[in-house]
C-alpha cells in the first residue's frame, strides 16, 4: 500500500467511540484494534474524510462529534442490533428492488439489505411510482428467504407494515395508522409504502424481497401526491436520524420475521389491528375477484381483510386495493 493511501476505517471505531461518549486515547484504541497510534491515526483521518466528525482532544483522545447524514455501512454499523447486517448501500440507484432480486439470484444470504440514498426508477405497488429524492427518505429493500406456503407470502408484507409502525412511533411518539394491506399512515396521510416480490419455483419460494419506502425528512411532494402523503420531518416539525430509524426499522423487523416464521401471522393480529385505520369504516375494495365494498370487521388470522356487506354477510378479502367510502374519522 503506498505510504499516503488512507487504510479503509475499521467500523468498530465509530462503535467504540460512540458508546464511550466521551474521548477515547489513542492508546487505547490502538490496544483494541491491535495497530499502532500511528495507525489509528490514519483511520481517524480515513473516517473524517467519510465525513464523520471525529474531535481531537490532547491527552484525552478523540471523540466522535457527529455521523454524516448517509446510510452506509459504516454509519449502520455501530447501530444495527441484529444479524441482518449486510447493508449494499448506493448514493444513487434504478431501484433497490431490482439489486435485492440481483443479489438473491447470486445467493446472497436472508438478511441482505440493499439500500439507497436515492432511486431512479422507485416502484410502488400496482405499476405505480415510488418518489424517491436524494439524501432525505429510506428506500430499502430486505432479501429473504422464508420457508412458507406461496400463500402466505402476503403476510410477510403485513409483518414489515406492523415493524414500520412501530419504528413510526418509537421515532414520532405520534400514533401511526395501517391502512390494509400494508400502508402506513400519519394523520390520514401516506408516509410509507411496502412492496413485496417473490420469486418461486413449483411452489417453493426462492426469495422474497421486502421493499420499504419511508418518507422521513422530505418537505415538499410532487403536485400529485400533495395531499395525500406526508413525512416523519412534516408530522414532527423537525428533521429524524435516519440512520437510527432504519437500525430500529431493522431490529423490528427481523423479530416480528423470526416469530412469523415460528407461528405464523396469528400472534400478531391483535397488534396489528391496534394500529388498523379502517376499522368500522366503510370501504370499498378493488379484488382480483372485482369490487367488493363493506364494513370493515378487521383481519383474519391469515391476513385477510373482513368485511360486512350487511344482513350478517362476512366476506374475506385477501388482496387488493382499498379507498375509504366515509373517510378515516380523525
Ligand atoms: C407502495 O406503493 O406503497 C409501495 C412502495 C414501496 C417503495 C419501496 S422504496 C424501496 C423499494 N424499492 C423500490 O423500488 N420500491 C420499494
Given at each position: 500500500m503506498p505510504r499516503t493511501q488512507r487504510p479503509v476505517p475499521d467500523p468498530r471505531?465509530?462503535?467504540?467511540?460512540?458508546e464511550a461518549g466521551r474521548p477515547v486515547s489513542g492508546e487505547e484504541l490502538a490496544s483494541r484494534l491491535g495497530c499502532s497510534r500511528a495507525a489509528v491515526w490514519k483511520h481517524i483521518a480515513a473516517l473524517r474524510a467519510q465525513g464523520f466528525a471525529i474531535g481531537a482532544h490532547h491527552a484525552r483522545g478523540y471523540s466522535l462529534d457527529g455521523t454524516p447524514d448517509r446510510l452506509d455501512a459504516m454509519t449502520l454499523a455501530p447501530l444495527l442490533r441484529g444479524r441482518w447486517r449486510e447493508i449494499d448501500w448506493h448514493e444513487r440507484i434504478d431501484s433497490t428492488q431490482r439489486r435485492a432480486r440481483e443479489l438473491g439470484r447470486a445467493g446472497a444470504d436472508e438478511g441482505a439489505v440493499v439500500v439507497a440514498e436515492a432511486q431512479t426508477a422507485g416502484r410502488g405497488r400496482l405499476g405505480r411510482s415510488w418518489h424517491s429524492p436524494a439524501g432525505l427518505n429510506l428506500y430499502c429493500s430486505i432479501l429473504l428467504r422464508p420457508s412458507v406456503a406461496l400463500a402466505d407470502v402476503p403476510q410477510i408484507a403485513l409483518v414489515a407494515g406492523l415493524a414500520v409502525a412501530e419504528a413510526v412511533e418509537v421515532t414520532t411518539g405520534l400514533g401511526p395508522r395501517l391502512k390494509w394491506p400494508n400502508d402506513v399512515l400519519l394523520e390520514g396521510r401516506k408516509t410509507a409504502g411496502i412492496l413485496t416480490e417473490l420469486e418461486a419455483e413449483e411452489e417453493r419460494v426462492q426469495l422474497v424481497i421486502a421493499g420499504i419506502g419511508v418518507n422521513l425528512n422530505v418537505e415538499a411532494f410532487p403536485e400529485e401526491l400533495a395531499d395525500k402523503a406526508t413525512s416523519l420531518?412534516?408530522?414532527?416539525?423537525?428533521?429524524?436520524?435516519?440512520?437510527?430509524?432504519?437500525?430500529?426499522?431493522?431490529?423490528?423487523?427481523?423479530?416480528?420475521?423470526?416469530?412469523?416464521?415460528?407461528?405464523?401471522?396469528?400472534?400478531?393480529?391483535?397488534?396489528?389491528?391496534?394500529?388498523?385505520a379502517l376499522t368500522g369504516r366503510t370501504v370499498r375494495v378493488a379484488a382480483p375477484q372485482g369490487?367488493?365494498?363493506?364494513?370493515?370487521?378487521?383481519?383474519?388470522?391469515?391476513?385477510?381483510?373482513?368485511?360486512?356487506?350487511?344482513?350478517?354477510?362476512?366476506?374475506?378479502?385477501?388482496?387488493?386495493?382499498?379507498?375509504?367510502?366515509?373517510?378515516y374519522g380523525g
Open positions: 471505531l465509530v462503535g467504540w467511540l460512540r420531518r412534516l408530522a414532527v416539525g423537525h428533521p429524524v436520524d435516519r440512520g437510527a430509524f432504519l437500525a430500529g426499522l431493522l431490529a423490528a423487523f427481523e423479530a416480528r420475521y423470526e416469530r412469523f416464521l415460528a407461528s405464523g401471522f396469528a400472534p400478531m393480529r391483535a397488534e396489528w389491528e391496534s394500529y388498523a369490487e367488493v365494498a363493506g364494513r370493515v370487521l378487521g383481519l383474519d388470522d391469515d391476513g385477510a381483510l373482513r368485511l360486512d356487506r350487511g344482513a350478517g354477510d362476512v366476506v374475506r378479502v385477501v388482496a387488493g386495493e382499498v379507498s375509504v367510502v366515509d373517510g
